[in-house]
């Protein structure tokens, strides 16, 4: 049996990356973190554009939400992130229209390779979908696709996509029933 060799890891984030979400940190702390929830919104998504994200004017993003890369980050129009969302974007995440992400959930766009001695970093792409709704306290794996219209239930765990108009939760998340609008 083989073992886990962390002396050989290589960070394959170059330097200049390294440098941009420092300076990103500090000045999301310093600009936008002191302001209370929802107020300052525009002055926060303009932030986040100086940044590369690419936000709608009518995006949503409250203080406290922590973004790594917002040059990963794409948000359509009434899109959401809640209080204290954490948005490991390493690989892109996009929120459509009208799509809201809860208070405290996780959406998480990178893990390691398990397999390989070297525990290199992986990253894949988030799909939060126009009008789908992600829960508190919910964790979104990289990967994933939460379809048109879906809601993760609060605290679920999603490691699959999420077919559209269809309410998942628990940990692993699972099929509960479809969503009917009436």
Not at 68 to 79: C, G, K, R
Not at 160 to 173: F, L
Request: with cysteine.
């Amino acid at each position: 049996m083989s073992k886990i060799d962390l002396s050989q890891y290589q960070n394959r984030l170059s330097r200049k990356n390294q440098i941009a979400r420092l300076l990103w940190s500090a000045v999301w702390l310093v600009f936008a973190r002191p302001l209370p929830r929802r107020l300052g919104n525009g002055w926060k998504l303009f932030l986040l554009r100086i940044f590369g994200a690419n936000v709608h004017a009518k995006a949503v993003v409250y203080s406290s939400v922590r973004i790594y890369m917002p040059w990963n980050l794409e948000m359509q129009e009434y899109a959401c992130l809640a209080p204290e969302v954490d948005c490991y974007n390493v690989a892109k995440v996009t929120i459509g229209a009208h799509a809201t992400v809860s208070q405290k959930t996780y959406l998480c766009a990178a893990s390691h390779d398990i397999t390989s001695k070297t525990y290199p970093l992986i990253t894949a792409p988030i799909v939060i979908s126009n009008q789908a709704w992600v829960g508190a306290a919910a964790f979104i794996g990289m990967g994933v696709t939460i379809g048109e219209g879906a809601v993760v239930g609060a605290t679920a765990s999603v490691f699959k996509d999420v077919e559209s108009w269809s309410i998942v939760g628990g940990n692993p998340a699972k099929f509960i029933k479809k969503r009917e609008i009436k």
